[in-house]
């Protein structure tokens, strides 16, 4: 059964590092979402990607964030300068359609950890 | 905006009890309706889903009756076993707010044998 597969499993960076966290989403999905959820608190959503572009964002992705689709199969979100407050768990998700009673695929997830 | 709230967790049940697991909404449009499930190391798995009014989503003897009256998409289940000790996410998507999902806070169901 197709996945959406994610990596690292699990990412420690320091304060004010840069990272990447990425994802392989369904191979015939169009629509890409980064969603994050803090330990103890609700799944929220961070941002839409469709057609080469962000389709939708919340006021969580700030400037600090950037999505990237850089070639056929990875889709990435880079956090530029991270903070104690990014620690969470973020997943990525697919979905073929973007319309309201599509199915997304959800992956693993990616545990960041800022100290 | 558009919220979800889920009964407060955790559950605790014995195994072939009876599972009820609350949820409602605040929406301002029509929204689809779903549950999701979180095993234990793996990621969100959609359960089962409800597209409108009346509507019943049903998968691995779990149930959810969209009810538009009461804004409320409870989760139900006749008997549980441990194999559905996990957490539970109700969500909605609406058709004004794009493709984004608004999730519930989760309910961390145990069953114990």
């Known amino acids: 059964e197709p996945e959406v597969t994610q990596t690292p499993s699990h990412q420690v960076t320091q304060m004010g590092q840069e990272v990447i966290l990425r994802c392989v989403p369904i191979?015939?999905?169009?629509?890409f979402y980064w969603y994050r959820q803090i330990l103890g608190q609700k799944v929220e959503f961070l941002v839409s990607?469709?057609?080469?572009?962000?389709?939708?964002k919340s006021e969580i992705f700030d400037d600090q964030f950037s999505v990237e689709r850089p070639d056929g199969s990875n889709f990435t979100l880079k956090i530029r300068s991270t903070k104690l407050e990014d620690s969470a768990m973020y997943f990525c998700?697919?979905?073929?359609?973007?319309?309201?009673?599509?199915?997304?695929?959800f992956g693993q997830g990616t545990r960041l950890t800022v100290v | 905006g558009d919220s979800v709230t889920q009964m407060e967790g955790p559950v605790t049940l014995s195994e072939e009890a009876f599972l009820t697991i609350n949820c409602t909404y605040t929406?301002?449009?029509?929204?689809?309706l779903f549950w999701y499930v979180q095993y234990p190391g793996e990621g969100l798995q959609l359960l089962l889903k409800?597209?409108?009014?009346?509507d019943k989503g049903s998968n691995k003897g779990f149930e959810a009756t969209y009810r538009k009256e009461t804004t409320s998409f409870h989760l139900e289940k006749g008997s549980v076993q441990v194999s559905d000790s996990a957490v539970y996410f109700c969500?909605?998507?609406?058709?004004?707010?794009?493709?984004?999902?608004?999730f519930g806070e989760g309910t961390q169901l145990t069953v114990n044998p």
């Open positions: 969500a909605l998507r609406e058709e004004t707010s794009g493709s984004r999902l608004t």
């Open positions: 998700a697919s979905s073929v359609q973007g319309a309201r009673n599509t199915e997304a695929f």
């Open positions: 929406a301002t449009g029509y929204p689809s």
């Open positions: 409800a597209t409108k009014a009346d």
């Open positions: 191979s015939n999905h169009l629509y």
């Open positions: 990607f469709y057609n080469n572009e962000i389709s939708e």
